[in-house]
Nanobody
Framework: QVQLVESGGGLVQAGGSLRLSCAAS????????MGWFRQAPGKEREFVAA???????????DYADSVKGRFTISRDNAKNTVYLQMNRLNSEDTAVYYC???????????WGQGTQVTVSS
């Protein structure tokens, strides 16, 4: 049974940092895309970042308030864990952040339960 368990969310002041973790288990993810999505209140769930587990190639959202340059996705093969380092957080980053995995793009085959990130201004 595939499990994606997120941790690391919480309350942070604007300008601060958080690191989210996603512990993956239940299958071999070596050929998978691992991703982070987020959903703010009243908004659609949106893609944030992803990483191809085997190659380490990373992908980032490219929308107006871009996370590229502030967020970094990485993985630790030994721990079967994917991370999302988030820096210079602002109130627009407030959302529930979900870890996801998939054998093809977009990585939406499996989902974690989500972790709340709240940025206070």
């Amino acid at each position: 049974q595939v499990q994606l368990v997120e941790s690391g969310g919480g309350l942070v002041q604007a300008g601060g940092s958080l690191r989210l973790s996603c512990a993956a288990s239940g299958r071999t993810f070596s050929s998978y895309f691992m991703g982070w999505f987020r959903q703010a209140p009243g908004k659609e769930r949106e893609f944030v970042a992803a990483i191809r587990w085997s190659s380490g190639i990373t992908y980032y959202a490219d929308y107006a308030d871009s996370v590229k340059g502030r967020f970094t996705i990485s993985r630790d093969n030994a721990k079967n864990t994917v991370y999302l380092q988030m820096n210079r957080l602002n109130s627009e980053d407030t959302a529930v952040y979900y870890c996801a995995a998939g054998g093809s793009w977009p990585p939406t085959e499996y989902w974690g339960q989500g972790t709340q990130v709240t940025v206070s201004s």
